[in-house]
């Protein structure tokens, strides 16, 4: 089924309102939408019970991807790809900030009325708060990730009561299936999305074991990244930066900290934003943007005279490193960490660069997600993983289940 289809459900589903229902479970990612009265469409809309991207990419771009074509299973629906940095950066971004800078724009310039965003509450800076920012001092104070799950689509009652028409909404994979699945219902005239690829997400307590377990000072960290040269960055409070080679993660101990949602998950790469703005697929320092529509192309315009960009470029070949690291994850190898450090270096010299660097990334969790949803979830594994992600978990040997 391709999302819900345009009846008058706004009054069936208000009288359902409210409920703590989760149908999807264990799965479920808490993205809000069962926070509201649209959880009368949960069925069809929740992502993890319901796969339907090739449906929802058809209704959103015009087209689903084209399996005869490999950077379609990666990168999804596309017009333009580019690397792109902010020529003055916002201070304390996740990264030079152009995703807080489109939404500034778009309010700014009266193109939409209120934007979706994820402010942290005033005792965690790490507690996600939505709201609907409708000032760019409300979006700035929504800058940088939280890195947990957050109930974004929770305001989606809000919007409606509001009133308004023209909304820019800022979201991850799983959040973004939702909404697109429940559009038709929101009584708008305009929807922007604005996308950021996502991975590896926590609840708040697993966030809380990740930092115990890898930090030097996990109460500390304001803000860190998993980036492309294969380390973590952590900034801390006093401005200190503290790096942390992938190949030294506490992988014995980290095995169970992700969310049961995030290692069933197989859209890292947002692929019902308009326009999606990572790290991932550009070089080191740059951000990486992926315009699926004209919409897309429209919200990159209004900042365009405020960034600097350069092609993508792709370098390496991952296929070997992809293929070593499954049976290593699998049984939870850790490396001392002098030799995790002299493996980072020796593969930031001759790894994967660029797109390349993004196919590793996108390889290594859709196999680790292949086998965690085929173990436990194997009624689900059928229906649940897209087609274009069983063609990229095809090219690996995978260990027994
Ligand atoms: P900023 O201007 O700092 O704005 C950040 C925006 O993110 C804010 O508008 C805020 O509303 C929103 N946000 C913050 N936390 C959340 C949340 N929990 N859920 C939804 N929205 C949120 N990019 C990659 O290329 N590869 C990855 O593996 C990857 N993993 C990510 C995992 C998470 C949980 C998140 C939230 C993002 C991830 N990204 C990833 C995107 C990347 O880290 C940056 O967010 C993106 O490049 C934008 O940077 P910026 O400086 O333009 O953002
Ligand atoms: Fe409901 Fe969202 Fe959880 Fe699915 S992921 S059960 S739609 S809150």
Redesign the pocket.
């Known amino acids: 089924m391709t999302s819900v289809s345009p009846q008058k459900p706004h009054q069936k589903a208000r009288a359902l309102k409210p409920t703590s229902r989760r149908p999807a479970k264990e799965l479920c990612s808490e993205c809000g939408l069962c926070d509201t009265y649209y959880v009368h469409y949960v069925k069809e809309a929740c992502a993890f019970i319901n796969q339907q991207i090739a449906d929802l990419e058809q209704q959103t771009h015009g087209r689903s991807r084209n399996l005869d074509e490999p950077d379609d299973w990666y990168f999804g629906v596309r017009q333009d790809m580019m690397a792109a940095r902010k020529t003055e950066p916002?201070e304390g971004?996740?990264?030079?900030?152009?995703?807080?800078?489109i939404?500034i724009e778009m309010l700014n310039r009266g193109l939409v009325e209120g934007v979706v965003?994820?402010q942290n509450t005033a005792e965690d800076r790490f507690q996600?708060m939505p709201v609907i920012a409708r000032t760019p001092e409300d979006?700035l104070a929504?800058?940088?990730?939280?890195?947990?799950?957050?109930p974004?689509l929770s305001i989606l009652e809000q919007v409606e009561q509001s009133g308004m028409k023209r909304l820019l909404v800022?979201?991850?994979g799983c959040?973004i299936q939702a909404l697109r699945a429940v559009e038709q219902q929101l009584g708008l005239e305009k929807l922007y999305v604005l996308g950021?690829?996502?991975?590896?997400?926590v609840t708040r307590a697993g966030l809380q074991k990740f930092l115990d377990t890898t930090s030097r000072s996990p109460d500390t960290v304001v803000h860190y990244?998993?980036m492309q040269d294969f380390r973590v960055h952590f900034k801390h409070e006093d401005g200190s930066e503290e790096t942390v080679p992938f190949f030294g993660l506490k992988t014995n101990q980290l095995k169970d900290v992700f969310a049961p949602s995030c290692m069933s998950c197989f859209d890292?790469v947002n692929s019902l934003a308009d326009l999606v703005?990572?790290?991932?697929?550009a070089p080191f320092g740059w951000?990486?943007i992926v315009v699926r529509n004209q919409r897309g192309q429209e919200l990159l315009d209004v900042v365009q005279d405020q960034l600097q960009t350069q092609p993508v470029m792709s370098q390496g070949d991952r296929h070997a490193a992809v293929q070593q690291s499954i049976p290593a994850y699998d049984k939870g190898v850790t490396l001392p960490m002098w030799a995790a450090k002299l493996m980072g270096v020796v593969i930031e010299r001759i790894g994967p660069k660029g797109l390349e660097y993004?196919r590793f990334?996108i390889d290594s969790h859709f196999t680790r997600n292949y086998l965690y949803t085929k173990r436990q979830h194997p009624e689900k594994l059928e229906a649940h993983v897209p087609d274009y992600a069983k063609r990229i978990v095809d090219q690996y040997e995978l260990p027994p289940s």
């Open positions: 916002i971004a996740q990264w030079t900030g152009i995703v807080s800078s939404a965003c994820v996600p979006i929504a800058r940088v990730n939280k890195p947990t799950l957050s974004n800022i979201g991850v959040q950021t690829p996502c991975v590896d997400n990244e998993f890292y703005v990572g790290y991932m697929g951000q990486w993004a990334s």
